[in-house]
Each structure stands twice: as C-alpha cells, then as structure tokens.
C-alpha cells in the first residue's frame, strides 16, 4: 500500500523472491512511475550480478491497482508504506483491517511513528506490527521489526520468518522506539 519510495522498493524484493505482489496507490501515475522504477530496480539487480537472469516473469508477478478492497482482500501480508502521518496511517490501517482475512498481518515501513498509536485505529491489534526497512528494501538487507503493545507473538514470529524468506536480516526490538 503506497507506490513511492518504499514502496515500489519493497514490491520490487518480494516479485524477485517470488511472491505476487498486488501495489496500491490512489495516484494512477504514481503506479505507472512505480512500474518504471521497478523495471530499472530489476535491472540493476541484473547488470551487477544480485540476479542470475531478469526473468520478466518477476514484472508478471506485479499488479498494480488503484482500489484498495481489490489490492488487500486477498492478502496474507500487507506492507503499508504511506506518508509518515499518523492521520494517514490510521486511516489506511482502519480500512485494510475492514478488508482482509483475520490472519492477515498489516505491518507498517514508518520509521517515526509508533505501531501502538496506530493500533488504536483497528479491531484486530494483535496483527499490527512495524517492518521497518533499511532503504532501499531491494537493496538493503536489515529490516527492524517492531511490535506495539498489542501485537501477537504470532504475529513477530510470522513477521520474522516472512522477512527472512526474502533475505532480509529480520531484527526485533524489544521496545518500541523513534527514529
């Protein structure tokens, strides 16, 4: 959810590890800029090596929708990684927990803000959890993760196993903290 910066990194690393990506995004030419950046992630992923090939089957992989409801309802894992506004973030992880399965987890690339301030916004809490990537997420192996007050065992663990699967080096803090 959200095709900018991280975004578009983060689809990008799960399409090449193999996982269907669906990417949100209320701005049809964000999306399109998204896909064009993908493209040259790959590439440059390609060119130096990080690949063996650039299958385009790793661009098949991506979809790229502007309804939420569509992109989410499916889903076993959403990384939102919107602009870093509380106000913002909580509405999206209001409406994403409206619309998915109750196993999905929703986790968060925010750097800034705290998971137990946006859990407040869902009815599933104990889901809720913070991905944070060291940028870019393609590039970058490190991701912190952070549970709120809420957040499930269940859910670090499944946070931690998903971020390994995709090679990252899957940190989990004890505390929340900013920054």
Not at 112 to 117: K, Y
Not at 129 to 150: Q, Y
């Amino acid at each position: 959810v959200g095709a900018g910066l991280i975004g578009h990194s983060w689809a990008t690393l799960f399409a090449w590890k193999g996982y269907k990506v669906i990417l949100y995004d209320i701005n049809k030419a964000a999306l399109e800029y998204a896909l064009k950046k993908i493209r040259r992630n790959l590439d440059f992923l390609a060119e130096n090596g990080l690949m063996n090939d650039y299958p385009e089957e790793i661009i098949e992989n991506i979809e790229v929708i502007m309804d939420l409801k569509e992109a989410v309802e499916k889903a076993d894992y959403v990384q939102e990684s919107v602009p870093e506004r509380y106000d913002l973030k909580k509405e999206i992880f209001r409406r994403v927990d409206s619309l998915t399965q109750p196993w999905t987890i929703i986790a968060s690339s925010t750097s800034t803000l705290r998971i137990t301030v946006i859990q407040e916004a869902v009815k599933k809490p104990e889901r809720c959890i913070i991905a944070h990537p060291w940028n870019p997420p393609h590039l970058m192996p490190l991701v912190e993760i952070i549970p709120g007050k809420r957040t499930s065992p269940e859910t670090v663990k499944e946070t931690h196993d998903f971020m390994t699967a995709v090679g990252k080096v899957a940190v989990i803090q004890k505390r929340e903290t900013i920054g």
